[in-house]
């Protein structure tokens, strides 16, 4: 079974994530399929980048997205794209939906608001 996951890098005590999608057996950071984005926690809001489309696709396909996935994805919008594009919204329009909305997260972290 297909897992989407965080797969850790970064030093010891600044850790960054991949958002990854891996088989559920392989070890944290171990072997995996495709990388769908990163995830720094460390920046005030958390820098998140995720490669939509691809997410899409794996979920369509039976990937389960991890506990942890599943609040990024709260906070970044994409489990309520997913349900959207489940019930049939067209895939170009909620990409461009999730490059406005991460470029005014990144909006905000660098103004600090």
Aim: net charge positive; aromatic share 8%; charged share 35%.
């Amino acid at each position: 079974m297909v897992r989407i996951r965080l797969r850790r890098i970064g030093l010891k005590g600044q850790p960054t994530y991949r958002i990854v999608a891996a088989e559920k057996e392989s070890p944290r950071d171990g072997r995996f399929l495709e990388i769908l984005g990163f995830y720094n926690p460390r920046t005030e809001p958390a820098t998140i980048h995720v490669k939509e489309d691809r997410v899409f696709h794996w979920m369509k396909n039976g990937a389960q997205p991890s506990e942890s996935m599943e609040q990024v994805f709260k906070v970044s919008g994409t489990l309520e794209r997913f349900e959207r594009f489940k019930k049939g919204e067209a895939v170009d329009l909620l990409m461009k939906e999730a490059e406005e909305a991460e470029t005014k997260r990144g909006a905000t972290n660098k103004t600090g608001k």
